[in-house]
């Protein structure tokens, strides 16, 4: 059965930093996605690591040189890093897998697999 499980929230205060750690199994996932809902926002994508085609990591502009994936692949697990947090990166995090092929970029559609998010909250 698949499952995919995040870990790692938490309060934080602006500046600092949190890892958010994503398990995967009972699949074979193409890919991996993170994504974010923020209080009275739509759930938006942040990044995506693409397994078939070579581990290419993608970021959106917004989170570009802030956020950081990166995967352990003997415990399966695949890590976002948030650094240098602001009160607007308050929000759910989810970790997403896609059993079959994405495309450049990480869109929602693309995954069929979701953990049930972790809370990120940065506040003084």
């Known amino acids: 059965q698949a499952q995919i499980v995040e870990s790692g929230g938490g309060l934080v205060q602006p500046g600092e930093s949190v890892t958010l750690s994503c398990t995967a199994s009972g699949a074979i996932y193409s890919a991996i996605g993170w994504f974010r809902q923020a209080p009275g926002k739509e759930r938006e994508g942040l990044s995506s690591i693409d397994f078939a085609h070579g581990g290419n990591i993608y970021y959106v502009d917004s989170v570009k040189g802030r956020f950081t994936m990166s995967i352990d692949n003997v415990k399966n697990t695949v890590y976002l890093q948030l650094n240098s947090l602001k009160p607007e990166d308050t929000a759910v995090y989810y970790c997403?897998?896609?059993?079959?092929?994405?495309?450049?970029?990480?869109?929602?559609?693309?995954?069929?697999?979701w953990g049930q998010g972790t809370q990120v909250t940065v506040s003084s």
């Open positions: 997403a897998g896609s059993t079959w092929s994405i495309g450049w970029g990480v869109v929602e559609e693309e995954f069929d697999y």
